[in-house]
Nanobody, 118 residues
Framework: VQLQASGGGLVQPGGSLTLSCAAS????????MGWHRQAPGKQRELVAR???????NFADSVKGRFTVSRDNTKNTLYLQMNSLKPEDTGVYYC?????????????WGQGTLVTVSS
């Protein structure tokens, strides 16, 4: 199983980025998926989460600026980030709760770096 995150980069304050996370490998399905981030010197925190029925929740710091979505036909998770701020800088990790037979387990991607700076 692999979660491949992409889309990070350098962007100016006020700019936008879209992150993608594609799940591949052997599993039967995906329950919830989410994005977490870790800023330098800080703990990893939840940014956005989306359930299998498309219910979403966001960290207060990104509400109104970030949108999370998923394409179940492609097993892909997205994070649309608008009005980016320097404090959004960090490594963004995707995770997914996967189903395989009667087992449910969490899996993490490798992370993609987002830098918001002028």
């Amino acid at each position: 199983v692999q979660l491949q995150a992409s889309g990070g980069g350098l962007v100016q304050p006020g700019g936008s980025l879209t992150l993608s996370c594609a799940a591949s490998g052997s599993f039967d399905g995906i329950n919830h998926m989410g994005w977490h981030r870790q800023a330098p010197g800080k703990q990893r925190e939840l940014v956005a989460r989306i359930t299998s029925d498309d219910s979403t929740n966001f960290a207060d710091s990104v509400k109104g600026r970030f949108t999370v979505s998923r394409d179940n036909t492609k097993n892909t998770l997205y994070l649309q980030m608008n009005s980016l701020k320097p404090e959004d800088t960090g490594v963004y990790y995707c995770n997914a709760q996967l189903r395989s037979a009667y087992v449910v387990y969490d899996w993490w991607g490798q992370g993609t770096l987002v830098t918001v700076s002028s």
